[in-house]
């Protein structure tokens, strides 16, 4: 409340100054106080503080968490010990991080792989209008429309290795069920293929419109020196699709490193820590026990928040070095 | 000029109505965070972990009534379970804690921990005649924290029609031998053995216990040759295929389902089932989880305590006092119990008055006598610990990640790192 009144004063304050403004500007008002600049701060005020209390603050607050000692007792008098990068250390040491870097990248590389492939795919298919075209494309659209919840729980029914469809259908060809969620080899594929199947709307999207902005003629040219579809296809579409591209995997792993909800529906992170992430291993030790260990959970938190930085710093790069050439 | 003055008022009324907004945003949550704790309005605060009963329940009934029995008015707000205890200490920290809050068992010695509740003797409350093993979950450090206000258990339900068929007499199931020879037979006449809980959370654990404590294993010693043995007992039933794979991600909620299926011959379940069991579809029954060697096995207590945390107000706790105790007399336990269904008073007398009007729940009575506390034993904030590790090693010796034994020590030495 403290933290909002200033922006209330600012805001009111440009707006009434401005308001009472005689009809013609005074010369005196204008040298104190340009109005269109105090239009500006209060236009600005808004997002400087939301950005503040829900980019700032919440940050500041996981670097706190993650360099106190913040049991629960400490957690509620408000005496945490200062511990430095112990809780690092400790994470970082720990069994189960290796485990969960290494399912970290199986899931979200192979995620973003097969996610964006498909999408590509789809978004070439779609880029030839046909009849329907427009809903099957809406269709499309379904798995991004459906609270993840729902998704979820859906394909844990249909992977569930007694009742499931999935192997009600294997069966059904003579073959031998396979334990989808249950099994240590299997958990982490079928959670990413999950994640796939929802990641599949947002690819499609992005890149469609990327498509788009492709001139038609470039194509008829091609065509006309008798390029094949694949040859326009590596030609054309790829090198003019590639920054919409980057940006489109770039937004992807971001949104891949930090899933929680899917596996946490399907697998809790199980068997055991078969398909345990990073994301997953920190939401476990903050909310999944009867127990909340605040300070390691957001010493994990910060490692995904670096990997996501220096992927998006590579990001950068790869555009800067791409607009000097 | 004309244009450009119009532009301008666009402008400022744009701001000004951003200005609004921000303040009927800061009104909000201003009243928010001052609306509780606020002595003179005669509201008390009660949270509780039943979000299924809503304002117009049987349940926010009966509270009102406690309310209006200490003549003030009760604001009742439902949170999940584990929501429950994260939001109690957060509004711990803020200082803004309810008056009373209901709270899973396992819960108390952590809230405990924090300093955030009043201990039962600073409220003059008298608990001589609760039930002590009802009572230790609350208890640490010889302090008691809060009072149960009813308690539930595990048992073991079977589908009368299954059993009829397979042949199999369900008081011969008596020890672990009998009924993996009951679950065999089952299974031979083309039904489905057991299904339980086995899923990688707290639930997992409350479902292992029985096994695990019916074997003669304690929570101190993860990987001794008892708790071995309990775990090669769900193992050798995975593997027989007595009960099906799919219980490595199941909660009891969707065992019960798998259970109302009609396929199986037996579902470890909870109290909360009772009236759900009788209007299955088929003939139902239970009998006591046995031990390893016979007789009954200890199943965890489950139920809600009632707790009253810190106020800086004091003169809050004298009503406080006169909610907590409409709650706990022995009619109190009882209505509690009518209005849950599920609830077991926590002492004899209020049993006894449950007997009398409900003759039907002697088995449930007897299963909670015989129930042991989780984070008794002196376990305490400890508990949630060495539950992590042995839910895991289930988990993992389930699903075949490592052999019961190398799951169970890995289990220990996780469980004695966590709690050193």
């Known amino acids: 409340m403290t933290s909002i009144s200033p922006a209330i004063r600012s805001g009111r304050g440009g707006g009434d100054r401005a308001g009472t403004r005689p009809a013609g500007p005074s010369p005196r008002w204008r040298s104190r106080l340009n109005p269109s600049h105090w239009t500006a701060a209060a236009f600005a005020a808004p997002l400087v503080i939301y950005l503040l209390l829900f980019y700032a603050y919440p940050l500041w607050r996981n670097i706190d968490l993650s360099i106190h000692d913040y049991t629960v007792r400490a957690f509620v008098q408000g005496d945490a010990e200062f511990v430095g990068l112990q809780n690092y250390l400790e994470v970082v040491r720990s069994s189960t991080f290796p485990t969960a870097l290494r399912n970290t990248a199986l ?156 596996i946490w529906v399907m697998t809790t992170g199980g068997p055991g820590d078969t398909s345990t992430t990073l994301a997953i291993w920190s939401y476990r030790e903050a909310f999944g026990t009867g127990q909340p260990d605040f300070s390691p959970a957001a010493a994990v938190g910060s490692l995904l928040i670096i990997i996501a930085l220096v992927f998006g710093f590579l990001h950068l790069q790869l555009q800067r070095r791409q607009e000097a050439s | 000029m004309q244009h450009h003055k119009r532009r301008t008022r666009a402008y400022v009324s744009t701001a000004a109505l951003a200005a609004i907004s921000m303040a009927v945003l800061g009104a909000c949550s201003g009243g928010e965070s001052s609306g509780d704790g606020s002595a003179a309005s005669g509201t008390y605060t009660w949270w509780d972990p039943y979000p299924q009963h809503d304002a117009s329940s049987d349940w926010e009934g009966r509270v009102q009534a406690c309310g209006e029995e200490a003549g003030v008015t009760i604001e009742r707000t439902a949170y999940d379970t584990t929501a429950l205890t994260n939001q109690a200490l957060l509004a711990a920290q803020e200082g803004a804690a309810p008056d009373v809050i209901l709270i899973d068992n396992p819960a108390v010695s952590t809230l405990a921990e924090t300093g955030m509740l009043t201990t039962v003797d600073e409220f003059g409350l008298d608990t001589s005649a609760i039930d002590e093993n009802l009572l230790a979950a609350g208890v640490v450090d010889g302090e008691a924290y809060g009072i149960p206000i009813g308690a539930n258990t595990l048992s073991l339900y079977y589908n009368a029609e299954v059993l009829d068929d397979a042949g199999v007499d369900p008081a011969s199931v008596t020890d672990w031998d009998s009924l993996t020879a009951a679950l065999e037979q089952v299974t031979e006449a083309d039904h489905k053995g057991i299904t339980f809980a086995a899923i990688g959370t707290e639930e997992g654990t409350f479902q292992f216990l029985p096994w695990f404590w019916g074997a003669g294993a304690d929570l101190t010693d993860l990987s001794s040759p008892e708790a071995v043995a309990a775990l090669e007992l769900w193992k050798g039933w995975l593997d027989d295929g007595y009960a099906p794979n799919s219980v490595i991600n199941n909660s009891q909620n969707t065992t019960w389902e798998e259970f109302l299926t009609g396929d199986f011959g037996f579902a470890e379940n909870g109290t909360w089932q009772v009236n759900s069991a009788a209007e299955a579809d088929f003939e139902t029954g239970i009998i006591q989880l046995p031990a390893r060697d016979g007789g009954v096995a200890p199943a965890p207590t489950g139920g809600e305590f009632i707790v ?102 890995t289990a220990q030495a996780d469980a004695e790192a966590a709690t050193s």
């Open chain 1, 107 to 262: 899931f979200t590389f192979g995620s973003i792989a097969v996610q964006f492939t498909l999408g590509l795919a789809l978004a070439v298919f779609f880029r030839a209008n046909f009849r329907l075209s427009a809903l099957l494309r809406a269709l499309f659209l379904v798995p991004w429309l459906l609270p993840l919840i729902v998704s979820a729980s859906t394909w844990a029914w249909m992977l569930n290795s007694d009742n499931g469809i999935v192997n009600a259908i294997l069966a059904a060809f003579g073959l031998h069920p396979v334990n989808w969620l249950t099994s240590p080899g299997m958990s982490l594929l079928s959670v990413t293929v999950a994640n796939i199947w929802l990641g599949i709307p947002f690819n499609l999207v992005i890149l469609y419109s990327g498509l788009q902005n492709i001139p038609d003629e470039l194509y008829e040219a091609a065509a006309l020196d008798g390029a094949s579809a694949w040859r326009r296809f590596w030609s054309i579409t790829m090198p003019l699709l590639r920054p919409v591209s980057a940006i489109t995997l770039l937004l992807g792993l971001i949104y891949t490193l930090k899933v929680v909800d899917v």
């Open chain 2, 308 to 409: 009253a945390p810190v106020q800086s107000d004091t003169s809050r706790y004298d009503v406080t006092r006169q909610i907590v105790e409409c709650m706990t007399t022995p009619e109190g336990f009882v209505e509690t119990a009518n209005t849950f269904a599920y609830y077991i008073p926590p002492t004899a007398e209020g049993q006894e008055q449950l007997l009398e009007e409900n003759p039907d729940l002697e088995p449930w009575v007897e299963a909670v006598r015989s129930a042991k506390g989780r984070t008794s034993d002196g376990l305490g904030t400890d508990y949630p610990l060495i539950s992590e590790a042995l839910w895991t090693a289930v988990q993992n010796a389930l699903s075949g990640v490592s052999s019961p034994q190398d799951a169970l020590e």
